[in-house]
């Protein structure tokens, strides 16, 4: 199975299901929301412009460590109020008993599209929709992918308020794939504020239906934060850990990165 980053990114998790984030975020400015939380937001990248993500992501649970080191997500504003993302990663897998497996990971390919635009001086959010689809380019016999064709049908929400965003939503997972498998619900949570000019810190609550057959419902939260060095080059952290079900789903997980906005 494979968790999926805000925009993009990847990391593997135990196959009694997931635990991680969802609920308050500082965040600089809306149009780098997402990574490195698991809640996005309904923001497009502005058209002919682009965000790169270089990061890595990881979780330690009971029965080892998995994730990706590097990973690459790209956002690309393809027409008006409407982003292609694309992610691509080095997956690994280091069971608790077994030695560790490298190895080109799955590729998740969305299309963001926002179809209310926020009213600023009233109280009418901006909502999209980012559907994606997960192809299974990882090998799945060593760790490194789900093994078959995921496909996840959100729906995002966000209202500023001065320096205070709020943005959310959810959706559903189809994943119909090994027998056990089930489809499930992931939905999340988050408000941010801006701290300064280059400084913003974030926190998220996150809650997720069971994706087994014999698997548990999960929760969890999340904590980062995002330094601008400038217009263009940013610096994205998060770390975070399981509420529920931890020892199995999420005893620590981690985002970092760079981000680079253009043009």
Same mark, same amino acid.
Not at 26 to 37: D, F, Q, R, S
Not at 148 to 165: C, E, M, N, R, Y
């Given at each position: 199975m494979i968790v999926r980053f805000g925009g993009g990114g990847m990391l593997r998790v135990s196959e009694c299901g997931l635990a991680l984030i969802v609920f308050w975020c500082?965040?600089?400015?809306?149009?780098?929301?997402?990574?490195?939380?698991r809640t996005d937001d309904p923001e497009p990248t502005p058209l002919g412009h682009y965000e790169l993500y270089t990061f890595s992501t990881g979780m330690v649970a009971r029965d080892g460590t998995s994730g990706s080191l590097p990973a690459f997500e790209l956002n690309y504003g393809l027409i008006p109020n409407g982003q292609l993302t694309i992610d691509a990663s080095v997956a690994f897998d280091s069971p608790s008993n077994d030695s560790t497996q490298f190895g080109y990971g799955d590729t998740p390919i969305s299309f963001k599209y926002r179809f209310i635009q926020e009213d600023k001086e009233g109280w009418r959010p901006q909502v999209a929709v980012f559907p994606l689809v997960q192809l299974p380019t990882g090998d799945h016999s060593r !760790?490194? !992918?789900?093994?078959?064709?995921?496909?996840?049908?959100?729906?995002?929400?966000?209202?500023?308020? !001065? /320096?205070? &965003? &709020?943005?959310?939503?959810?959706?559903?997972?189809?994943?119909? !794939?090994?027998?056990? /498998?089930? /489809?499930?619900w992931f939905f999340g949570a988050l408000l941010q504020r801006k701290i300064t000019d280059k400084l913003s810190v974030a926190g998220e609550i996150f809650h997720q239906t069971a994706n087994t057959v014999d698997g548990d419902d999960s929760t969890g939260f999340n904590f980062g934060a995002i330094y601008n060095f400038n217009e263009h080059d940013h610096f994205v952290f998060s770390a975070g850990r399981g509420l529920q079900n931890a020892d199995t789903t999420n005893d620590f997980s981690w985002y970092v990165g760079f981000l680079l906005t253009g043009p």
């Open positions: 500082l965040a600089p400015t809306a149009a780098i929301a997402g990574p490195p939380y !760790g490194l !992918g789900a093994g078959h064709v995921l496909a996840f049908l959100p729906i995002w929400a966000q209202k500023s308020f !001065g /320096d205070w &965003t &709020t943005y959310g939503g959810g959706g559903y997972w189809i994943n119909q !794939g090994s027998v056990g /498998d089930k /489809d499930y």
